[in-house]
């Protein structure tokens, strides 16, 4: 296993980025030792007040319920003032996350599991407050109360403090490897639950397939297993629990024995009183806890260091490349891509070489087989990627070097499997407009996309709850909706990734009709395998391998390329 020493310049360095409000953690660690301040000098009190048992002085009574209720109050402001200084610092280190995540390119995601991720945002940042608002002040508090204790003790009695300061690291000393056994433990333990976690939640995501493909006996299989792993863990740990508190009450009752024996004998002869010997035992157990809660803090330290390398990880991602602050407007400009090459991984090109034009206002086409590199071709034309060579202009700028956003805001995507977002219709129609849009738009929208007739059957129409991933409707439903939020969005440049794919084809030829009026006024990049959709483009381009093979119309596609006459052969099959 990867041991995690704790790096306070990493932690401080992340800490930082937040801006905490450090002087909190100061008041409230301050605030933490006046507590514990006064739980050192009710032991002596309780001394002097047996000690003095036959003619007691009420000051000394009223002064040792002062003092208590004082450091009662003064460890609950503290608490309070950390909590406060933990929240803040929590909620925005989660702000800052959660900013950069948004900001993280597609090719982020494509490379990490998403429940990992999310683990970050929450159980992470969680453990990083743990540390600062909990342990962090009680180790602080700790120390002072050890060193409290020692001091105090030493100059009440230093022959039975040695009995103590003997014993005390004998007593740590034979904690330590069941400590770091525990330790080793805790931290199997969590990553155990984190993989239960990571893979109920993929399974459950797709349970409609796991049943589908009769899955259910391997995923039990499979589950079971990593619970069996849990209770294995979880057994091994509750073991190690049940030896710790015997072990330190063992070592407890042989040390308060010793103490009382010795101390029983020294009051006998006269040479300690009985109200020393109290507030001695009061104080061993005084200087017993901050040893428990520093070896604590340890523990802790070694599990946030993880958590801080994690979230440093992801804060050191590089973000998804904005461009300039140039703002263009792209209406009536032509698109050109030219020698574009890209890969996912490094090594095997997906596209290499495309060069294709779209005058404003056209429609292009693009056709080939499964996995020639359309679909990726719009993603690079989204600037989801980065070329890795090659240029993508319009006009007379390269599109990279526009506003991201204003790039963004000026196309349109109705991409292949028409991704929804969980909510109501209406919400999934507006998501990311600014513009205010009114009912009567919304209806036009959707009934261009042919889409209001069964909003409209439904009881509650556009308030209609679509369901995670929109299992709630249809596959067509779901495309229509895609294209209606197209509508809306009213794109200056429209991509269309096989957008009428699951429609039936009367429903096809009427969104087709649709589609036939938002082409209009602005250019139309369209891919599709039905033919229909692309014998009346402008310009085709047949792209295999992830290169374009060829381009020109229809017509003279049929004549000059032979794969393409075989392609649209065996397109014209599939529709007979
Ligand atoms: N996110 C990704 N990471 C790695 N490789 C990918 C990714 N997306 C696609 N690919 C690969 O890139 C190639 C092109 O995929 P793409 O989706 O562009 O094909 P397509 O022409 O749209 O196919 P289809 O007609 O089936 O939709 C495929 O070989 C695919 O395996
Ligand atoms: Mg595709």
């Known amino acids: 296993m990867k041991k995690t020493t704790f790096k306070f310049k990493d932690f401080f360095r992340l800490l930082d980025q937040v801006h905490p409000k450090y002087w909190q953690l100061v008041v409230g660690t301050l605030l933490g030792s006046l507590g514990t301040l006064s739980g050192l000098i009710v032991p002596k009190m309780t001394g002097n007040l047996i000690n003095t048992f036959r003619h007691i002085s009420p000051g000394l009574v009223i002064g040792m319920i002062v003092l208590i209720v004082a450091g009662l109050i003064a460890g609950m402001f503290s608490g309070l003032v950390l909590g406060y200084f933990g929240q803040d610092v929590i909620s925005k280190m989660r702000r800052l996350l959660w900013q950069k995540l948004l900001n993280l390119p597609v090719t982020y995601y494509d490379n990490s599991k998403t429940g990992e991720i999310s683990s970050r945002l929450v159980n992470d940042t969680s453990q990083i407050n743990n540390l600062l608002a909990n342990t962090l002040p009680s180790a602080v508090t700790a120390v002072l109360q050890f060193i409290g204790s020692l001091v105090i003790m030493l100059t009440m009695d230093w022959q039975m403090t040695l009995i103590i300061v ?26 155990k639950l984190a993989s239960l976690n990571s893979n109920s939640t993929t399974v459950l995501g797709e349970i409609r397939l ?24 979880g057994v091994k740990q509750a073991f190690i629990n049940s030896l710790t508190s015997p072990i330190i009450n063992m070592a407890m009752i042989i040390l308060v024995v010793s103490i009382l024996g010795y101390g029983v004998y020294r009051v006998m002869t006269g040479s300690m009183r009985m109200g020393d010997l109290v507030s001695f035992l009061m104080y061993l157990f005084q200087i017993m806890t901050p040893v428990i809660v520093v070896s604590q803090f340890f523990n802790e330290l070694s599990r946030t260091s993880g958590a801080t390398e994690r979230i440093s990880e992801i804060l050191q991602e590089k973000e998804e490349n904005k461009g300039t602050d140039l703002i263009v407007d792209i209406s009536g400009k ?27 206002n056209t429609v292009v086409a693009f056709a080939g087989p499964s996995g020639g590199g359309k ?5 690079m034309i989204e600037r989801f990627y980065e070329p890795d060579s090659g240029q993508i202009l319009i006009g007379n700028h ?40 009114g009912e009567e738009q919304i209806w036009e929208a959707l009934k261009m996309a042919y889409a209001d007739g069964f909003i409209k059957e439904m ?27 197209a509508f809306l969005r009213n794109p200056k440049i429209l991509m269309l990734d096989e957008a009428t794919a699951s429609l ?29 959709t692309i014998v009346d483009a402008n310009q085709i381009y047949f792209i295999d391998h992830g290169t374009v093979s060829d381009y020109g119309t229809h017509e003279e596609l049929i004549h000059s390329t032979p794969l393409y006459a ?11």
Do not use: C
């Open 166 to 191: 003997v014993a005390v690291p004998l007593i740590t000393l034979l904690m330590l490897p069941i400590m770091a056994q525990s330790r080793k433990i805790g931290k199997i333990l969590q990553d």
């Open 210 to 233: 796991v049943k589908a493909s009769n899955g259910e006996e391997t995923e039990l299989t499979s589950g079971n297993a990593d619970i069996k792993k849990l209770y294995d863990v």
């Open 334 to 360: 032509t698109l050109k891509v030219q020698d574009l090459t890209f890969s996912y991984e490094e090594g095997s090109p997906v596209l290499h070489g495309i060069n294709f034009e779209a005058k404003p």
């Open 375 to 379: 679909s990726t071709l719009f993603s």
């Open 398 to 437: 390269d599109v990279s070097l526009i506003d991201l956003d204003n790039w963004r805001r000026q196309i349109g995507l109705v991409g292949q499997n028409s991704a929804v977002m969980p909510g109501t219709i209406r919400e999934n129609l507006l998501y990311g407009l600014d513009s205010e849009v």
């Open 459 to 485: 009881e509650h129409g556009l308030e209609t709850q679509i369901g995670e991933r929109g299992v709630k409707l249809s596959g067509g439903q779901r495309q229509r909706i895609a294209i209606a939020r």
């Open 504 to 532: 039936d084809s009367e429903s096809e030829a009427m969104v087709q009709k649709a589609l036939g009026k938002l082409m209009k006024n602005r250019t139309t990049l369209v891919i599709a395998h039905r033919l229909s």
């Open 566 to 576: 075989e392609y649209v052969r065996n397109q014209f099959k599939g529709i007979k």
